[in-house]
């Protein structure tokens, strides 16, 4: 960008939307001009029209404007109309955050338009600090999408990829495309009438992507090395012979599939006993019969037949898998059909305990039930194997002890995800080796084997795994993100699942690799700031390597130099700020969000002294969901006090702790965080921001004990983006206990 | 006595669900029943049933023969239809329960003095006599079922009911005597007896 050399500041209040009826905009203009010290200040009826906006093109064009607040709505409404690509742009929110808010009536004009020319000045002190991000173009990088794992998810997602005109990498372990796929005797049907079980065509797959030459295979191979970022992965792949081919790559599918569970960890159900077979098993016995009668090992044809679902699934014991692998029931139906089609006398029961058919699943259940397959609802509590068997069950529906006999007996066994490795295990490992311990060191290089990307961060091998195992992605909101910039899981790696919803898995996956490989040559980052051109930079004469920003940040970001200062690969980086929420020297900042910028907010709320009893609370909320929660309680016209300032941060995790100790200092009465939900559950967009946030906040009473302040002067909170009633509560509650505490001791000496 | 059942029993051996495809009116559908317990859930009589629709598919799956065909429950449906027009799988409950309640008293084996089994069979058993329902004569069989003493106690308690529809002309005293029937009488009885060999045929109680 070239911007001018000398800055020039502009102001522009908006009366629109009755904002003019609602506050005096001849006052806040006098603000900005004054107090904010901008050099040219305007005001406009409707600032986001053809003519407003063009007003303020002209300011730019023809008047040296290089930086602007623009004092009217939410940063969240009319970011098309208020988009200056060249200019540093901050925003009051006087709409939303105040006459919407504000209670009606003339008794509260005082406070409401204290609101007001606080949010100007703070909007003024903000935009000061602001420089127009340049964005992270880097000279060359590639667009080449690398997929780990030639099964149907691997394969359907270089397919998509490769349809879209990018150059893929495929690697397989094994020496042939089609993966578990290709066990299979039949497959779920996909489409209507969903009735009859299908040809898997898993070889036809294999075929169309060895076919397409834009997908280069490597069977028989392994990834041993990945260095780099999005856009510059530099993947080393080994093949078993030992040769070694590199491909540079832009980003990564991870389609790992899974391991069926062990059966023979289930003695009790039969496992490892003759005629107990897992579901992989019943297709290979189907696949030897290739549509006659199904025959067990032992030669003799099938009569009856009883399927066990959740075989070591749903298990509360905490021996098994503790979830549901969500495809075995549709699996079993399917496998029923395979002996019902054959021969309808074959007696086949599928014993449920809740029967599971997600999608259009239940069509296929119906029509399995026309083909004469039993179902009977129970738990099987023993299972016999042998020349007859025998499945000891409890009927769930006449709630008594019962058994049945069967020739054959099929377990429904799960998915066990192949994530590669742990790297909570990983990291204790390497402590250990690095201390001296000679099994760690054995147990590191075994950890090496299991790895299937071999990522060179410092943070480990692998990417972080969720819940049992799988990789980590937030299964509702940002399904295949992963905490691994540009690396996407798809399929049952990263939740279990069927072959249609690996398939679109797969898809999806794609699209967000190519989406990585197109931000990453703009510049820009990845979901969920995916237009953002900001990035972290850090003044590393001022770092201490303490290290806290490489170890806090969530997405691997940041690595360490030979000189072990951090190394930032701004390609991983999501722009969440959490490292700059962890600098303890306050060394990190983005162009258009820094300490300073947030920091120069909260010292230019003008502080009221102690005896006018209108208290001061600081509200520093996470923009993507605790914010609109605010604004969406403007939209509703819920009020809430007029004594709160809120400001908008990236993510809780970019909260550094001198903006508290500043404000607290400067005499605020109370501060509020409002963050998305941490844990498991997770709702933070950043995934670990909001959960470092409570972390440090969890330390803050030492601090405020130093400063002679009660506790309660600092409040951390989940907020969802729904909660819009419940945060004007939160807020109406806390002004409360603040004046029943008493106004903060500090007014006047900060 | 129960040659029929022994038969059935014998013909189907363990497949009691292959017995009520086969026999019961509308028997087919119990395969297709999803265990929801809507069923059960809507019924009116819902308390009065030992076993609600949904546990008797269940137990006909799981092969209890007897459980079922001695159960008194079908017997408490009273056609109100609810089941039906809320079942997601659109099983004929109503039906099905008519049914299962006929299959077995065609063995033989419903339960013996059920309320509803014996009012329907004196209700069959007028009707066929000439091809319309003597209501005076149905009412006193139905009075007189439990006894000659219960029968004299029963008509005094409904005698002034009795009395009004005497006056309203609802009711004609003079049918004690024999009462109404159809025009052809022979026909009727050809008719009936015809029905009787197609159903004997069809649920395998043909001799």
């Not at chain 1, 990585?516 to 980052?525: D, F």
Request: aromatic fraction near 8%; hydrophobic fraction near 40%; charge should be neutral.
């Amino acid at each position: 960008m070239n911007a001018p050399a000398t800055p020039k500041y502009a102001a522009y209040v908006c009366s629109g939307c009755g904002i003019g009826d609602k506050l005096d905009v001849p006052t806040l203009e006098k603000i900005a001009q004054k107090e904010g010290k901008m050099a040219l200040v305007k005001s406009h009826p409707f600032l986001c029209n053809a003519e407003g906006v063009q007003m303020i093109r002209d300011d730019i064009a023809n008047d040296g404007v290089t930086h602007l607040c623009i004092a009217a709505c939410s940063r969240r409404a009319k970011a098309e109309a208020f988009s200056f690509p060249t200019a540093a742009v901050s925003r009051a929110n006087l709409r939303e955050g105040v006459i919407w808010v504000v209670a009606e009536g003339s008794e509260h004009d005082e406070v409401r338009q204290e609101m007001a020319e606080d949010y100007v000045r703070m909007g003024c002190a903000e935009v000061k600090k602001m420089k127009v991000p340049g964005g992270n173009v880097k000279e060359s990088s590639s667009k080449k999408i690398l997929v780990v794992g030639g099964g149907l998810s691997g394969m359907t997602a270089a397919l998509a990829a490769a349809e879209a005109g990018y150059e893929v990498a495929l690697v397989e372990k094994s020496g042939a495309l089609g993966g578990f796929a290709t066990n299979l005797w039949k497959r779920v049907p996909f489409a209507a009438p969903y009735a009859d079980a299908q040809p898997v065509g898993a070889a036809e797959l294999a075929a169309k992507v060895s076919a397409n030459p834009k997908i280069k295979v490597h069977l028989n191979s392994t990834v041993t090395e990945t260095a780099g970022a999005p856009g510059r992965f530099a993947v080393k792949i080994a093949q078993e012979s030992g040769s070694v081919a590199e491909e540079l790559c832009g980003s990564i599918v991870q389609a790992t599939g899974f391991t069926t569970y062990d059966i023979n960890k289930l003695p009790e159900l039969g496992g490892g006993q003759a005629n107990v077979v897992d579901q992989a098993g019943l297709e290979a016995l189907a696949k030897a019969a290739d549509g006659g009668p199904i025959k067990r090992a032992d030669g003799k044809e099938v009569k009856s037949v009883v399927f066990v679902q959740c075989a070591g699934q749903r298990d509360t014991t905490g021996q098994h898998l503790a979830y549901c692998s969500g495809h075995c029931c549709a699996t079993s139906i399917k496998q029923a059909t395979y002996f019902k089609d054959q021969n309808p006398d074959i007696d086949t029961v599928v014993m449920y305990q809740d029967l599971r058919v997600p999608g259009m699943g239940e069509d296929f259940y119906r029509s399995a039930q026309d083909k004469g397959v039993i179902f009977t609802k129970g738990k099987a509590s023993k299972v016999t194997g042998g020349d007859g068997c025998k499945v000891d069950f409890k009927d769930l529906i006449l709630n008594e002890g019962a058994s049945i006999d069967a020739d054959l007996v099929v377990l429904a066994t799960g998915q066990v995800p192949n994530a590669g490795v742990n790297l909570d295990e990983w990291t204790a490992t390497v402590t250990a080796a690095e201390s001296g311990d000679e099994a760690a060191k054995i147990k590191k290089g075994e950890l090496q084997k299991i790895s299937v990307l071999n990522l060179d961060y410092r943070q480990g091998p692998d990417m972080p795994q969720f819940k049992y195992g799988f990789a980590d992605s937030h299964f509702i909101c940002f399904p295949y993100e992963t905490r691994r910039t540009g690396i996407y899981a798809a399929g049952p790696t990263r939740r279990p699942m069927d072959m249609l919803q690996a398939t679109e898995d797969a898809t999806g996956a794609a699209l967000k690799a190519i989406q990585a490989v197109e931000n990453v040559e703009k510049g820009r980052a990845a979901h969920p700031r995916a237009w953002d051109l900001s990035f972290p930079t850090a003044r590393l004469e001022g770092c201490t390597q303490c290290k806290r920003c490489t170890v806090e940040c969530p997405f691997g970001a940041i690595d360490e130099d030979e000189k072990r200062f951090p190394k930032f690969n701004e390609e991983r980086c999501r722009r969440c700020g959490t490292c700059m929420g962890a600098c303890p020297v306050r060394v990190i900042s983005f162009e258009n969000y820094s300490c300073d910028t947030v920091g120069m907010q909260i010292k230019a709320v003008n502080i009221p002294d102690e005896f006018e009893e209108k208290p001061r609370i600081l509200i520093l909320a996470c923009e993507n969901d605790a914010y609109p929660a605010l604004d969406m309680a403007g939209i509703q016209r819920l009020s809430y006090s007029a004594f709160v300032r809120a400001i908008p941060v990236r993510c809780l995790g970019s909260v550094n702790t001198i903006w508290i100790t500043d404000a607290l200092n400067s005499g605020y009465d109370g501060v509020m965080m409002m963050g998305c939900k941490k844990g498991d559950d997770y709702q933070c967009h950043f995934v670990k921001g909001s959960e470092m946030a409570f972390y440090r906040m969890s330390k803050i009473d030492d601090t405020l004990k130093q400063l002679g302040l009660e506790t309660e002067r600092v409040q951390t909170l989940e907020v969802a983006i729904t909660d819009n009633a419940r945060v004007v509560k939160l807020i109406n509650e806390y002004v409360d206990q603040i004046k029943e505490i008493g106004l903060s001791p500090m007014k006047g000496f900060g | 006595m129960t040659t029929a059942n022994q038969t059935a029993i014998a013909k189907y051996k363990n497949s009691f669900l292959k017995e009520v495809e086969a026999n019961v009116e509308e028997g087919h559908w119990v395969r297709m029943c999803m265990q929801c317990g809507v069923c059960a859930g809507s019924c009116p009589l819902g308390n009065a049933w030992a076993h609600p629709p949904q546990e008797l598919f269940m137990m006909i799956r799981a092969g209890k023969r007897e459980e079922v065909l001695a159960s008194d429950s079908m017997w408490m449906c009273t056609s109100c239809y609810n089941c039906i027009v809320r079942c997601p799988r659109k099983l004929p409950i109503t039906h099905i329960m008519h049914g299962l309640a006929n299959y077995a008293h065609r063995l033989g084996i419903a339960p013996k003095g059920q309320p509803t089994r014996e009012t329907a069979t004196l209700f069959w058993n007028n009707l066929i006599k000439k091809g319309r329902v003597n209501e005076l004569t149905f009412s006193l069989a139905l009075y007189f079922k439990d006894g000659f003493v219960q029968g004299i106690k029963n008509a005094l308690n409904m005698q002034a009911v009795g009395l009004g529809l005497v006056k309203a002309r609802r009711l004609n005293p003079m049918e004690i005597l024999g009462g109404h029937g159809v025009k052809d009488q022979a026909g009727f009885k050809a008719m009936i007896e015809k029905a009787r060999q197609i159903e004997d045929r069809k649920k395998g109680f043909a001799k």
